[in-house]
């Protein structure tokens, strides 16, 4: 489960070709659900970075706590509610990384898993507009999440699809189906992921110190895995 990001600073022709947007990009070292991130979708030319609220609200919606942040992948299409987003309305989140938190025996402890590089990821999402009047409205979002790697099994059983940048346009583009899209969904890329452990204060989602993301101790990839 993806229940909170790590969002730095990133400029806009390091995550996708041809973006442009109408919002500076929401930056975050601990986002939790229920914040305002920013997402990615088609635009005519290319792509657009809008801004959206983290927590999946279709109009009919009616107590905003149960927005849904994350949705399983296996089940988009035999669900109402996610089916119509997924055949047309998909977009990205831009992020560096996102935390989980690892069962312990006194307490969990968190973890952030990135590209082993740092570089930015691509997360897949589904959107959706409610509207709060007859000329306004807002939009809101989903991430999709997937069974993790074995590697990282240990730490969770659910992570966020990632999305490859040479498929990036291919996610976007409305014109494709459901069903195509859903072949887009599959594992996290193990080979491009890392996780280290970070400071417990990534547990509070008001710390906004950039130090949440700090490693306290070794990063582990799937290839230290193998070697053991």
């Known amino acids: 489960m993806a229940g909170r990001l790590y969002i730095p600073a990133f400029e806009p022709e390091t995550l996708l070709n041809h973006l442009h947007g109408d919002t500076s990009m929401h930056t975050s070292p601990n986002m939790a659900p229920r914040q305002a991130v920013s997402i990615i979708r088609q ?5 657009r970075l809008s801004s959206a609220f983290w927590g ?8 905003l706590d149960h ?3 994350c949705a399983r992948a296996e089940t988009l299409r035999s669900r109402p509610m996610f089916a119509e987003a997924l055949a047309s309305q998909r977009c990205l989140v831009p992020v560096g990384g996102f935390y ?6 006194r307490m969990k ?4 898993i990135t590209r082993h590089d740092r ?12 509207p709060t009047s007859e000329s306004q409205y807002h939009d809101s979002m ?8 074995p590697f990282l099994a240990s730490l969770t059983d659910r992570l966020p699809t990632i999305i ?3 498929r990036a346009t291919e996610w976007l583009d409305s014109e494709a189906s459901g069903e195509h899209a859903e072949t887009l969904l599959s594992s996290s890329p193990a080979e491009l992921l890392g996780a280290f452990p970070v400071s417990r204060q990534v547990n509070d989602p008001t710390c906004q110190e950039w130090s949440c993301a700090y490693p306290t101790g070794p990063m582990f990839c799937q290839h230290h895995v193998q070697e053991r």
């Open 67 to 69: 927005a849904q942040h």
């Open 142 to 149: 989903a991430l999709i999440t997937v069974p993790a790697p």
């Open 43 to 47: 635009a005519s030319p290319g792509h």
């Open 100 to 105: 989980v938190w690892k069962p312990a025996p």
């Open 119 to 130: 570089g930015p990821l691509l997360l897949a999402g589904i959107w959706t507009r409610y």
């Open 164 to 166: 490859a940048p040479d």
């Open 109 to 112: 402890q968190p973890f952030l």
């Open 56 to 63: 999946f609200t279709p109009p009919w919606l009616k107590v």
